[in-house]
């Protein structure tokens, strides 16, 4: 079992920065796909970023290219989002998940998710 703790949301205004952190234990991530979700009111949960076990590979919602970096270090089984130029657009619960495998783009693929972080951008 993965356990995993988002920690980093909060108020920012828009054109603002915040770097989200997702803490996993129980097991190492080190071979486990790692991705960042979110979901706004009344809407369903989308995928924002995703990173491969190694780290070497990574990809985005065309809504947060080049705004958001997904990274992670392994030696401290974490993951980071981090997310500049917000907008109100981005205003959601971010959730943290983890795959054994590839993970992918539906959320229905990922094995293990955290409880989520509110994220809200003020205009």
């Known amino acids: 079992q993965v356990q995993l703790v988002e920690s980093g949301g909060g108020l920012v205004q828009a054109g603002g920065s915040l770097r989200l952190s997702c803490a996993a234990s129980?097991?190492?991530?080190?071979?486990?796909?790692m991705g960042w979700f979110r979901q706004a009111p009344g809407k369903e949960r989308e995928l924002v970023a995703m990173?491969?076990?190694?780290?070497?590979?990574?990809d985005y919602a065309d809504s947060v290219k080049g705004r958001f970096t997904i990274s992670r270090d392994n030696a401290k089984n974490t993951v980071y989002l981090q997310m500049n130029n917000l907008s109100p657009g981005d205003t959601a619960v971010y959730y943290c998940?983890?795959?054994?495998?590839?993970?992918?783009?539906?959320?229905?693929?990922?094995?293990?998710w955290g409880q989520g972080t509110q994220v809200t951008v003020s205009s």
């Open positions: 998940a983890a795959d054994r495998d590839s993970g992918g783009w539906y959320d229905t693929l990922w094995d293990y």
């Open positions: 129980g097991r190492t991530i080190s071979s486990f796909a």
């Open positions: 990173i491969s076990w190694s780290g070497g590979s990574s």
